[in-house]
Structure formats: structure tokens, C-alpha cells
T-cell receptor, first 115, second 117 residues
């Protein structure tokens, strides 16, 4: 069974500082990996995905994520946090093979950027 | 592009009544749509997957007779919560996936807040 772990319920960072939101996964083979952001009472917005190639993936709003196969991690990063980045962030994984392409989401990490 | 809408955004209904939630892909054809339920401070729980023109595939533990899903066209899927009870109160989110490639990300609707009184 596939699973996603986001070990931090909440991450606090000062505005202008770099931020990291952690994600590790467990799935057979090499999965597709995603990050989504959710603002209060809203649906999820796609940030970025890893398919293949360069381990550093760049996405929307200045976010990037680094795929580390040996550590089975896909941490989300941003060099300089903005107050508007405060939201709930979800990491997700989907198997690369198989007809039923079910996406499994992590429990979410609340990012709080402090002015 | 890739916009998904949900209607209504918020609904309050009385216990025992049924409520229908619509999910539409506005600018692409969604071969597959997903329905999720999100509890406070919890992740998204996949309820069912529906492909246009066929019966939905429900996740284990989800009552198919209670949560009726219809995917009648490539742009519309509906979730009907039948005989709703207060424990059905939740945030329901749909997502749609197109047929453009193998790794299309899912595009999410804005969600529907259901409150059963």
C-alpha cells in the first residue's frame, strides 16, 4: 500500500526566510509526486509535480521541490517566504504503473509565515 | 485553463433530506472525476472514482447507496448525499482529470461545505 507522511503539523517561518515543508513517501517503484496548496474553505491548487528527470522541480508561486530517491522524500521549498504563502500544504503520490491511478495525500502541513 | 467548478459552495439541509452537489470541468473534458471528503484538520479521503458513462468505483467503507455518484458527461459529475444525517456534515471536494496524458495532475473544485441540521 502506498502512503505519504508529512511529519510536521505546522511550520512557522518568518517572512523573507527560506521555508521547507517535509514529505516522505512509501510506494513500490518510482511514483509520480505532487504538491498542492489549500487556502481556507477552498479546494486544492496544484503547485508542482515530479515525473522524471531533474530532481529539482520548479512550480508555481516560486515554490520548488527536491526529489530524493534514496531518502524517498519530496520536500517543498521556497527561498523567501511571503505572508501570503500561509496555507495548508498537501503532498501526494500516485503509482507510476497500474490501471487504477489512485492518488494518496498526506495529512497536510499548515504553513504560517510570520510578518 | 483547467478550471473545475462546484455548486453549491455551501449548503445547509435538514436531517433526512437529500442534497446534490455538482462538479463541472469548464474548459476540458474530464474522463475521470474523483470525489473526496475532508474532515477538519485531516487529509482528503477519497470516496469514489467515476469514469464517464460507467459506474463509480467506491473506496472501502463508503456506502454507495448513500453517496450516489453520476458521471453522465465528460464535463459533469454529481454527488448526491441521500437521507443526510449530521455526521455527513463535511467539506466535499471533487477533482477532474483529463485524457491528455498519463500524468495529468488532478484539477480540484473549490469544495462544497455541507451542514446537516
Amino acid at each position: 500500500a502506498q502512503s505519504v507522511a508529512q511529519p510536521e503539523d505546522q511550520v512557522n517561518v518568518a517572512e523573507g526566510n527560506p521555508l521547507t515543508v517535509k514529505c516522505t513517501y512509501s510506494v513500490s517503484g518510482n511514483p509520480y509526486l505532487f504538491w498542492y496548496v489549500q487556502y481556507p474553505n477552498r479546494g486544492l491548487q496544484f503547485l508542482l509535480k515530479y515525473i522524471t528527470g531533474d530532481n529539482l522541480v520548479k512550480g508555481s508561486y516560486g515554490f520548488e521541490a527536491e526529489f530524493n530517491k534514496s531518502q524517498t522524500s519530496f520536500h517543498l521549498k521556497k527561498p523567501s517566504a511571503l505572508v501570503s504563502d500561509s496555507a495548508l500544504y498537501f503532498c501526494a503520490v500516485r503509482p507510476r504503473r497500474g490501471g487504477y491511478q489512485k492518488v494518496t495525500f498526506g495529512i497536510g502541513t499548515k504553513l504560517q509565515v510570520i510578518p | 485553463g483547467a478550471v473545475v467548478s462546484q455548486h453549491p459552495s455551501r449548503v445547509i439541509c435538514k436531517s433526512g433530506t437529500s442534497v446534490k452537489i455538482e462538479c463541472r470541468s469548464l474548459d476540458f473534458q474530464a474522463t475521470t472525476m474523483f470525489w473526496y471528503r475532508q474532515f477538519p484538520k485531516k487529509s482528503l479521503m477519497l470516496m469514489a472514482t467515476s469514469n464517464e458513462g460507467s459506474k463509480a468505483t467506491y473506496e472501502q467503507g463508503v456506502e454507495k447507496d448513500k453517496f450516489l455518484i453520476n458521471h453522465a458527461s465528460l464535463t459533469l459529475s454529481t454527488l448526491t448525499v441521500t437521507s443526510a444525517h449530521p455526521e455527513d456534515s463535511s467539506f466535499y471536494i471533487c477533482s477532474a482529470q483529463g485524457a491528455r496524458g498519463l500524468v495529468d495532475e488532478q484539477y480540484f473544485g473549490p469544495g462544497t461545505r455541507l451542514t446537516v441540521t
